[in-house]
C-alpha cells in the first residue's frame, strides 16, 4: 500500500522559514517524480514544485526564489524548504507521486498524501 506522509507544516511569521517533509513508502520512490501542490478553501489546487526522478526540478513562478525541492532517494523522502514566507501561502500542502515525468498537472499523479497545513502570520 501506497503511503505519502507529509510533515513540517504549522504557523510561521510572514518572512520566517518552514521546511516541508514527504515520507513515501509502498512505491520504488526513486522510480517516481514528486510534487508539491497546495490548496486553499474555494480554489484549486496550485503546482509549487517539482522534481523528476532524476533530481531535475521545477518550481512555480509564485514561489520561485523563495521555494526550493529537494529528494533524498535512501530516505524515500521528498523537501520543499520554503523561505521568506508571505500570507498568500498559508493553505495545505500536498505531497504527490506520478510514475511518469515530472508536470505541473495534478490529474498526472498517481499518489497523494493527506497533506499539511502551512500558516503564514503575524
Known amino acids: 500500500q501506497v503511503q505519502l506522509v507529509e510533515s513540517g507544516g504549522g504557523l510561521a511569521q510572514p518572512g520566517g522559514s518552514l521546511r516541508l517533509s514527504c515520507a513515501a513508502s509502498?512505491?520504488?520512490?526513486?522510480?517516481?517524480?514528486m510534487g508539491w501542490f497546495r490548496q486553499v478553501p474555494g480554489k484549486e489546487r496550485e503546482f509549487v514544485a517539482g522534481i523528476s526522478r532524476n533530481g531535475r526540478t521545477y518550481i512555480a513562478d509564485s514561489v520561485k526564489g523563495r521555494f526550493t525541492i529537494s529528494r533524498d532517494n535512501a530516505k524515500n523522502t521528498v523537501y520543499l524548504q520554503m523561505s521568506s514566507l508571505k500570507p498568500e501561502d498559508t493553505g495545505v500542502y500536498y505531497c504527490?507521486?506520478?510514475?511518469?515525468?515530472?508536470?505541473?498537472?495534478?490529474?498526472?499523479?498517481?499518489?497523494w498524501g493527506q497533506g499539511t497545513q502551512v500558516t503564514v502570520s503575524s
Open positions: 504527490a507521486a506520478d510514475d511518469g515525468l515530472m508536470t505541473s498537472n495534478a490529474f498526472s499523479y498517481d499518489y
Open positions: 509502498g512505491l520504488t520512490f526513486s522510480s517516481y517524480a
